[in-house]
C-alpha cells in the first residue's frame, strides 16, 4: 500500500511558477512509477508527466519545457516544478504511483492515488 500526499498549490499570476510535492508512504517507494494528472473542472483527467524508477522523464506535449517532474527517494517524494504558468494551466494535479518499470501515460493504469492539490493561474 501507498499513501500519496500533495502539497504546493496555489494561486499564481501568469507567467510565474509552482512546485508541487508528493509525499509517498512507505518502503519501496523507489520501486513505483511516479506521475502527476491535472483535472479542470469538466473536463477529463490527463497525463501531465512522469518519472520511471530509473529517473526517466517524459511529458505531455503541453507542458514540455515548462514543467520539471523529479523524484527523489532518500524522501520518498516526487515533485513538479511549473514555470512560464499559463492560465489553461489551472486544474486540480493530482499525484499517482504505479509498481512497474517503465513510463504509464492511463490514468486508470495507476493504482494509488493522492487527494488533489489546486493550482490556479490568473492572467
Known amino acids: 500500500q501507498v499513501q500519496l500526499v500533495e502539497s504546493g498549490g496555489g494561486l499564481v499570476q501568469a507567467g510565474g511558477s509552482l512546485r508541487l510535492s508528493c509525499a509517498a508512504s512507505?518502503?519501496?517507494?523507489?520501486?513505483?512509477?511516479m506521475a502527476w494528472f491535472r483535472q479542470a473542472p469538466g473536463k477529463e483527467r490527463e497525463f501531465v508527466a512522469a518519472?520511471?524508477?530509473?529517473?526517466?522523464?517524459t511529458y505531455a506535449d503541453s507542458v514540455k519545457g515548462r514543467f520539471t517532474i523529479s523524484r527523489d527517494n532518500t524522501k520518498n517524494t516526487v515533485y513538479l516544478r511549473m514555470y512560464s504558468l499559463k492560465p489553461e494551466d489551472t486544474a486540480a494535479y493530482y499525484c499517482?504511483?504505479?509498481?512497474?518499470?517503465?513510463?504509464?501515460?492511463?490514468?486508470?493504469?495507476?493504482?494509488?492515488w493522492g487527494q488533489g492539490t489546486q493550482v490556479t493561474v490568473s492572467s
Open positions: 499517482a504511483a504505479v509498481w512497474t518499470a517503465g513510463v504509464v501515460y492511463i490514468p486508470t493504469d495507476y493504482n494509488y
Open positions: 512507505g518502503r519501496t517507494f523507489s520501486s513505483y512509477a
Open positions: 518519472v520511471s524508477r530509473s529517473g526517466g522523464n
